[in-house]
């Protein structure tokens, strides 16, 4: 067992230790326990995972924040934890179509995340694990033209946590049998290690109604 993979399952026993559990959208279905910055989205009955709906980013051109509830859930400064979410992209033709899945978000220039973009041609995105610091972005790791198909769900696990590296940051996704990694990222600047920060979604739907979804989330964290 390598080090990380011991470091890994240390956290994984830290996580199930001391996280705290946020009830899923899929569960309830209700937005209570999300802050949003505008109105353009909704739940979608026609396209879920769990019934009865997922969560619909429909704004085009511009992003969408979904961003836990700091007064609902406590929870506000996430420093080391996992996102669990179902992912959907109605269409990965379109190049202006993103998903960022968020974690250690302070405001607008500065966060950690998941970089998901139509690549413009079919069943292919832009994949990368990002840091925006400042307003500058920097990819810590990832590629173009990234297998991801139109229009069906794919689970993605994000987990990040600190080690004597800086800040090590895992993204996989399901194959139906196990988890798959696709990258893992290094950043020795570990920015807001002793803070965290708060954890959600930023959206943006492609040109001709080509929406993102999101389903079935499950949030942990070590505060």
Known sequence: MSY??????????????????LTPLANHHSTGDWDFSDT????????YVSSPSS???KQ??????????????????????????QVRIKNTLSSSCYLYIVFRYQDADNYYFIYIRGAG?????DLYIRRRYATAEVNLAGADDVIFPSATWRQLRVTWWNDYVGLVIRLEYWDGSAWVQYYEAYDANNYWKTIG?????????????YYMYVDDTDIYGIS
Do not use: C, H
């Open 60 to 85: 085009e051109g511009a992003f969408t924040d979904g961003f836990v509830k700091t007064t609902t859930v406590p929870i506000a400064n996430v420093k080391e934890g996992r996102i669990i979410t």
């Open 4 to 21: 990380y993979q011991k470091k890994l399952k240390a956290l994984d026993r830290e996580l199930k230790k001391n996280m705290v559990g």
């Open 197 to 209: 920060g708060r954890v959600g979604f930023r959206g943006q739907a492609g040109t001709n109604a």
């Open 121 to 125: 041609v079919a069943d292919k995105v």
């Open 55 to 57: 969560l619909r980013f």
């Open 40 to 47: 353009n989205w909704d739940l979608d009955s026609s396209v």
